[in-house]
């Protein structure tokens, strides 16, 4: 997984990360911020000790944290076909591409880690 810190004057601190885990990027971005590293490395610590997996819900998008992987899906992903009905007439179709991603825990480790020193949360 390759990813770069940016320091936007306009939108503050952001990461940059490849198109298979773009909702990676826009986890970190949106919805930990620097304000909620501490809180993610405290569920690292917790999911390491621990056999069961662990979900961290988020607005629009849920980690779920096992020994082995971070799994990150977004919320759209589990709509109901009943939430749709109302777009059919518009044949719109709910793409999963992007809606789901993955990474070894020790990469996690290592994004969270490199993320909370690029953003001086540590």
Same mark, same amino acid.
């Given at each position: ?7 936007? #004057?306009? %939108?503050?601190?952001? *990461?940059?990360? %490849? $198109? ?11 919805? *930990? =911020? ?13 999911? $390491? $000790?621990?056999?069961? #997996? ?26 109901? %076909? ?17 809606? $789901? %991603?993955?990474? =070894?825990?020790?990469?996690?480790i290592d994004l969270i880690d490199s993320w909370a020193e690029f953003s001086g949360s540590k």
């Open positions: 997984m390759e990813y770069q810190f940016i320091r936007d #004057p306009i %939108s503050g601190l952001r *990461i940059k990360i %490849s $198109s298979e885990h773009a909702i990676i990027g826009r986890w970190l971005n949106e919805e *930990i =911020g620097k304000d909620k590293v501490a809180m993610v490395q405290a569920l690292i610590a917790s999911v $390491s $000790s621990s056999y069961e #997996p662990l979900t961290l819900k988020g607005q629009e998008i849920d980690l779920i944290l096992t020994k082995d992987e971070a799994l990150f899906e977004a919320h759209a992903l589990h709509q109901d %076909s009943e939430d749709l009905i109302a777009y059919q007439d518009d044949d719109l179709a709910l793409e999963e591409n992007g809606l $789901s %991603s993955g990474c =070894g825990f020790e990469d996690f």
